[in-house]
């Protein structure tokens, strides 16, 4: 569960390393965001010499979470750390590649070209 305030890792090699969560999207009084929602972010972290800078606000979907995910078949999934791919206004991701484990219901919501990228 991802609120505002909180630390991700960029699971993408779009330049920015870590990004704070700001707002969720969706409904306007949405507390917590899970795999596969949109949230506005702020870039914590980036590497130099790339096109995203820090203090930058961007989209992100998340792809990883540390609270446990429970799928129809009862099994459960858990991450170590909390993770999010940038992407754009149409949702189409900034970066060329995905890094770490991404789970099914990626594919089934709108962001299938995000489930492509990842090895």
């Not at 999934?77 to 789970?103: C, L, M, S």
Request: hydrophobic fraction near 40%; proline fraction near 4%.
């Amino acid at each position: 569960m991802i609120q505002p305030q909180t630390h991700l890792n960029v699971a993408d090699n779009s330049g920015a390393r870590e990004l704070m969560c700001i707002r969720i999207i969706g409904t306007s009084n949405r507390r917590y965001a899970n795999i596969g929602d949109v949230i506005v972010a702020v870039i914590k972290e980036a590497v130099p010499n790339m096109p995203l800078e820090r203090s930058e606000v961007i989209r992100a979907v998340i792809v990883r979470t540390c609270k446990e995910l429970k799928r129809d078949n009862g099994m459960i999934i858990r991450y170590d750390d909390n993770a999010a791919v940038i992407v754009d206004q149409e949702g189409n991701p900034k970066g060329t590649r995905i890094f770490g484990a991404i789970v099914r219901e990626i594919e089934t919501v709108k962001f299938y070209k995000n489930s492509f990228l990842s090895p």
